[in-house]
């Protein structure tokens, strides 16, 4: 049985002014009392994060606009990143967008490309970019993979300033661009932003919704020399999003034979306008069982399709209470996580923003109807950060959701200036208190979360299979960072790989159920998701001390039906297939200290 937060750490917790005698005996009810938790302190914290991208070989640096100044916003924007297990070896790989920089003309074989790594199962990588077709240049903003064929390979689909790509997955290494194929290709350029692939007519194939951000055409940016500018807090910037043109989001149905159609305005997708889209998001928010569509806006309203079930949206989110601020007001929307963090059956939303604004909290209260609880809960207590990729994680495995935060401000020149606000910043982690509740622990989380970059996307996984989550994320004009974690002393966990057969290959859209006593946790797979960016696919829960997970039950997307299994137990990987039950069992890895 899952105990109360910290409960289960109870072997290395002191309480101050009592002695650790008083403190076990205290009733469990209490601990999850707020004025008793403030008083418990981990002399060792359980959990820490160590960047190790240099020794796992991540030493290539991201490319993206100017270093000190930038002049256009598409320089500031930066861009997304996928943990990515592309050859189904059960070990998480890593894709790396990049960017580039204006008026540079590259020396043949200098230019800044994307980057795909294979994980050698040791803590290192391998650089196999040469030769995949994946080695692209250009201004790749997001990426997110599903299996749009249902070959049981997982694709990547690649959103850039300029032309999106879908990249056809061979399952060895290699990739074609079958965008014109598929009838994706754009006949202008656009800026392709977030993307999600979900199934939105439960067909059984997977079909694809993309954020485009706003219309900017190269020919129309300044030049270098150009001395028009903009101003924040009276420091002279780059111009945008407000006074430029805000672009349309896409609806790609899936035909079922690699080739899809523009649903966009059949589907109710063009009815809000134009937005400055950024990130977007695919799970069944009212729990109907139809994936619904969640997109994060910059400086408007944020968007909630509600899926009508008839192959039409509707935007919901300002009757749902989830499209502006607690305060009501538009607000600058990067990134999205989605999770069930008090365990109440519904999924809620953690959205980030800009500086001088708090990342929203929205409580998923039923039936999509959200109330914003960013005061209530605890996380309103930072606000000087430009926050970017998010994600719900278990971070020390006790059950109850955490969440991470990566943070960078877009303006270089603010730290010519005496403000509260820098353009490097370090990272944030909430703890769950397991009562409603989060606590900013990130000075106790070790120096992966201190060390400053001005980061973008972020991505959540478990790359060394030990069952500690992990974290991915790319830093502007830096190396990116490979965040492992070290909770030697956490709890137990079970990792979930769901492949479907009447459903989509991926499983995108199958909901997972995990029970221990009277604890029950709750995940979708999901494509897309933080800032632009691809998380591990397989679903990843925590067990505290429990030695077994009572029931796991999972409902499968396209048929409803469901499988459920019992007495399973604890640590390690289940490869589960849709009507097969579960076809492979992986013991974790062991747990290694920094």
Same mark, same amino acid.
């Given at each position: ?77 930066? %861009?997304?990143?996928?943990? +990515? ?30 980057? *795909?790594?294979k994980n050698n199962r040791d803590g290192t990588f391998t650089d196999i970019t040469e030769g995949s077709g994946l080695g692209i240049t250009g201004w790749q903003t997001g990426v ?81 020399? @150009? ?24 609806? +790609? ?38 994936? @619904?569509i969640y997109i994060a806006v910059d400086s408007q309203p944020s968007i909630l399709f509600r899926n009508n079930h008839d192959g039409t949206f509707t935007d919901i989110a300002v ?49 999509? %109807? ?40 877009? +303006? ?20 769950? *208190? ?5 606590? /900013? ?20 996984? /478990? ?14 004009? @830096?190396?990116? %960072? ?40 709750m995940d979708e797979v999901h494509s897309g998701t933080s800032v632009m960016s691809q998380s591990d696919l397989r679903l990843h829960f925590g067990l505290g001390q429990a030695g ?47």
């Amino acid at each position: 049985m899952l105990l109360p937060r910290r409960h289960f750490l109870g072997s290395s917790l002191l309480l101050l002014g009592n002695t650790l005698t008083e403190a076990l005996a205290t009733p469990l009810h209490r601990w999850t009392d707020p004025a008793l938790l403030q008083t418990i302190k981990a002399p060792t914290p359980p959990v820490q994060f160590v960047d190790v991208a240099r020794q796992a070989g991540l030493t290539i640096p991201n490319v993206w606009g100017g270093i000190d100044h930038k002049r256009s916003i598409i320089e500031a924007k930066g %861009s997304g990143l996928a943990f +990515y297990d592309f050859d189904h070896d059960g070990w998480l790989d890593i894709y790396l967008t990049n960017g580039n920089r204006l008026g540079t003309e590259w020396p043949t074989g200098k230019a800044p490309t994307a980057h *795909l790594y294979k994980n050698n199962r040791d803590g290192t990588f391998t650089d196999i970019t040469e030769g995949s077709g994946l080695g692209i240049t250009g201004w790749q903003t997001g990426v997110c993979v599903g299996d749009y064929n249902n070959d049981g390979l997982d694709d990547l689909f690649c959103c850039f300033w300029g032309q999106n790509r879908l990249m056809r997955n061979h399952g060895d290494g290699t990739f074609t661009d079958v965008t014109k194929q598929a009838g994706l290709l754009q006949d202008r350029v656009r800026w392709g932003a977030g993307c999600t692939f979900l199934d939105y007519n439960r067909d059984g194939h997977l079909d694809l919704f993309v954020c485009n951000y706003l219309k900017l055409d190269p020919s129309e940016i300044p030049p270098a020399a @150009d001395t028009h500018f903009c101003q924040w807090k009276g420091v002279p910037i780059l111009c945008g999003p407000r006074g430029l043109p805000a672009d349309t989001n896409l609806l +790609y149905r899936n035909n079922g034979d690699g080739t899809f159609t523009d649903v966009s305005e059949k589907s109710g997708i063009l009815k809000p306008g134009p937005r400055y889209s950024i990130t977007a998001v695919s799970y069944d928010f009212d729990n109907d069982g139809w994936p @619904d569509i969640y997109i994060a806006v910059d400086s408007q309203p944020s968007i909630l399709f509600r899926n009508n079930h008839d192959g039409t949206f509707t935007d919901i989110a300002v009757a749902a209470g989830c499209a502006y601020s607690e305060g009501g007001r538009e607000q600058a929307g990067m990134g999205v996580a989605v999770g069930d963090y008090d365990c109440d059956g519904n999924f809620d939303i953690f959205k980030t923003n800009f500086a001088d604004d708090t990342s929203n909290l929205y409580h998923n209260d039923g039936k999509a %109807s959200f109330t914003d609880l960013t005061t209530d809960a605890g996380t309103s207590v930072n606000d000087q950060f430009v926050a970017w990729g998010c994600g719900f994680l278990d971070i020390d495995n006790d059950g109850w959701q955490d969440i991470m935060q990566v943070n960078g401000h877009v +303006y270089p020149e603010i730290d010519s200036y005496h403000f509260n606000q820098t353009f490097k910043n370090p990272r944030l982690v909430y703890r769950n *208190l397991g009562n409603g509740r989060f606590k /900013d622990v990130s000075a106790q989380m070790g120096p992966g979360i201190a060390q400053r970059f001005s980061s973008r996307g972020a991505a959540f996984g /478990d790359y060394d299979n030990d069952g500690g989550m992990d974290a991915l994320i790319l830093n502007m004009n @830096d190396v990116p %960072s490979l965040l492992r974690n070290t909770g030697v002393a956490s709890g137990n966990w079970i990792k979930l790989k769901l492949i479907g057969t009447h459903c989509n290959r991926t499983a995108i859209g199958a909901r997972a159920r995990v029970t221990t006593g009277k604890h029950t946790q709750m995940d979708e797979v999901h494509s897309g998701t933080s800032v632009m960016s691809q998380s591990d696919l397989r679903l990843h829960f925590g067990l505290g001390q429990a030695g077994f997970a009572d029931t796991i039950e999972i409902i499968w997307p396209t048929t409803g039906k469901s499988e459920k299994f019992t007495h399973i137990k604890a640590n390690q990987i289940l490869t589960i297939r849709e009507g097969q039950g579960i076809i492979a069992t992986v013991p974790g890895s062991p747990r290694k200290p920094a």
